[in-house]
T-cell receptor
């Protein structure tokens, strides 16, 4: 059974800090991993999709890495801004199906 | 493209009433997913379709829930009769394909309150 864990559950930092959000999964037989952002009362926005053949994927100030063998992914946010405040979720496909298993999320607050 | 469209955005109803939630996926996407999100249980997959055919409905909580996809551009999730414990945010998502192409795009959600 695939289980996805995110640490920390919540994070509060001053503007400008570089951040690392962690995602771990128990079944390493995945073909990709997706990071999402969810603002309060809103839907999920896809940030990055990293394929199993990739080790990193970058979009602007965001960088996601994937280490299948250790069952881990990290989302790195450079020079954080108050607008980055949101909940960040990672998700992996379950057992080579198209069903996504979501982590419980990291709630990030960046204060000015 | 306008993205995944859901309606209504908010729905308040009384226990026992029928509720119908609607979704229009992104054009050209072969897969459509219905999720439910609550504080207690997080995001749960209810059902998903491939080319309008239901593939896995094991997440549908009980017979009161049903979903249809009559064509590639429209899907409904129906709850009949509704109960207070169905109160949640219901999301629809679509993706272009399977495997490495299964990047999912979410709609804004429908916030359902059953009194």
């Amino acid at each position: 059974k695939q289980e996805v864990t995110q640490i920390p559950a919540a994070l509060s930092v001053p503007e400008g800090e570089n951040l690392v959000l962690n995602c771990s999964f128990t079944d390493s037989a995945i073909y990709n991993l997706q990071w999402f952002r969810q603002d309060p009362g809103k839907g999920l926005t896809s940030l990055l999709l990293i394929q199993s053949s990739q080790r990193e994927q970058t979009s602007g100030r965001l960088n996601a890495s994937l280490d299948k063998s250790s069952g881990r992914s990290t989302l790195y946010i450079a020079a954080s801004q108050p607008g980055d405040s949101a909940t960040y979720l990672c998700a992996v496909p379950w057992a080579n199906t198209d069903k996504l298993i979501f982590g419980t999320g990291t709630r990030l607050q960046v204060f000015p | 493209d306008a993205g995944v469209i859901q309606s209504p955005r908010h729905e308040v109803t009384e226990m026992g009433q029928e509720v119908t939630l609607r979704c229009k996926p992104i054009s050209g996407h072969d897969y459509l997913f219905w999720y439910r999100q609550t504080m207690m249980r997080g995001l749960e997959l209810l059902i998903y379709f491939n080319n309008n055919v239901p593939i896995d409905d094991s997440g549908m909580p009980e017979d009161r829930f049903s979903a249809k996809m009559p064509n590639a551009s429209f899907s409904t999730l129906k709850i009949q009769p509704s109960e207070p414990r169905d109160s949640a945010v219901y999301f629809c998502a679509s993706c272009p394909g399977s495997g490495s192409r299964n990047e999912q795009f979410f709609g804004p959600g429908t916030r359902l309150t059953v009194l």
